[in-house]
């Protein structure tokens, strides 16, 4: 099995940052990408960053220029660095990774239980 643990949410001003990580854990013989989810409220979960395991990205247009994530493949760790925070970034922040667990062909999902950031004054 293979556990991945958020942290770094919170309570921010509109305007401040907020540094998310998610760190995985278990039987993990490699990751192929690394994704950033958000869900609101009242609305449907939506991507927001990715990056694969040669390091590539791509950003949904709310995050573009505002939000960078990064990933450290020997702590087996991606980041999602928020700047410039706004109100409608309020949601429960979710990591998914795409991995596997041996050599081989097969890839699996895991989930992340969620972060809170809440951007309000």
């Known amino acids: 099995q293979v556990q991945l643990v958020e942290s770094g949410g919170g309570l921010v001003q509109p305007g401040g940052s907020l540094r998310l990580s998610c760190v995985a854990s278990?039987?993990?013989?490699?990751?192929?990408?690394m994704k950033w989810y958000r869900q609101a409220p009242g609305k449907e979960r939506e991507l927001v960053a990715t990056?694969?395991?040669?390091?590539?990205?791509n950003y949904a247009d709310s995050a573009k220029g505002r939000f960078t994530i990064s990933r450290d493949n020997a702590k087996n760790t991606m980041y999602l660095q928020m700047n410039s925070l706004k109100p409608e970034d309020t949601a429960v922040y979710y990591c998914?990774?795409?991995?596997?667990?041996?050599?081989?062909?097969?890839?699996?999902?895991?989930w992340g239980q969620g972060t809170q950031v809440t951007v309000s004054s």
């Open positions: 990056i694969t395991s040669g390091g590539s990205t």
């Open positions: 998914n990774i795409r991995y596997k667990r041996r050599a081989g062909i097969l890839y699996y999902d895991s």
């Open positions: 278990g039987t993990i013989f490699s990751i192929d990408s």
